[in-house]
Antibody, heavy 122, light 107 residues
Framework: EVQLVESGGGLIQPGGSLRLSCAAS????????MNWVRQAPGKGLEWVSV???????YYADSVKGRFTISRDNSKNTLSVQMNSLRAEDTAVYYC????????????????WGRGTLVTVSS | EIVMTQSPATLSVSPGERATVSCRAS??????LAWYQQKPGQAPRLLIY???TRATGIPARFSGSGSGTEFTLTISSLQSEDFAVYYC?????????FGQGTKVEIK
């Protein structure tokens, strides 16, 4: 079955660090464009970061310099290292696969995990 | 950053009626727009990409239109399972951005 399963969320104090993981099954992470998208409680979706199949990485301004996206090819997992956490980082974090329609060059998130909740609070 | 603005924030519709959600981009994004549906406690689900192409398995009552800066998602005859929050999302550049969401609720 093709799926994504996030883990690693929890309660963390402001200024702390946390590492989230996303285990993929049914496809190869390194051959795909993988993203983190978050959703604060009761709020909308916010794109966080992407690692393209070629290895390039990009970040939202809100997390740049604090978050680092990576992948482990041997474990077929996606990760994000989150440092200097702030209250405003509190959210459900989703990993999502982004694919490209080769005919139309349209991009879209076709596969999402169920998310893992990160709560930053003292 | 391209800002995506949806309207209305909440739409109250009776089952069987039509629902129309609007999405405006702060600059032209051609047809580089997707729509997602999200139900409580669930991950988003892709509905439309390329502004008007339905994703696999999406019923024909869902349709998308528009290009440039103005886009519309239409649900022709609302079913009970369609009451949810809908998000537009642009992919005109690597910095993906979402609209703030439109909640479609039962009238």
């Amino acid at each position: 079955e093709v799926q994504l399963v996030e883990s690693g969320g929890g309660l963390i104090q402001p200024g702390g660090s946390l590492r989230l993981s996303c285990a993929a099954s049914g496809f190869t992470v390194s051959n795909n464009h993988m993203n983190w998208v978050r959703q604060a409680p009761g709020k909308g979706l916010e794109w966080v970061s992407v690692i393209y199949s070629g290895g390039n990485t990009y970040y939202a301004d809100s997390v740049k310099g604090r978050f680092t996206i990576s992948r482990d090819n041997s474990k077929n997992t996606l990760s994000v290292q989150m440092n200097s956490l702030r209250a405003e980082d509190t959210a459900v974090y989703y990993c999502a696969r982004e694919v490209v329609d080769v005919m139309t060059v349209d991009w879209y998130f076709d596969l999402w995990g169920r998310g893992t909740l990160v709560t930053v609070s003292s | 950053e391209i800002v995506m603005t949806q309207s209305p924030a909440t739409l109250s519709v009776s089952p069987g009626e039509r629902a129309t959600v609007s999405c405006r981009a702060s600059q032209s994004i051609s047809s580089n727009l997707a729509w997602y549906q999200q139900k409580p406690g669930q991950a988003p689900r892709l509905l439309i990409y390329g502004a008007s192409t339905r994703a696999t398995g999406i019923p024909a009552r869902f349709s998308g239109s528009g290009s440039g800066t103005e886009f519309t998602l239409t649900i022709s005859s609302l079913q009970s399972e369609d009451f949810a929050v809908y998000y537009c999302q642009q992919y005109n550049n690597w910095l993906r951005t979402f609209g703030q969401g439109t909640k479609v609720e039962i009238k």
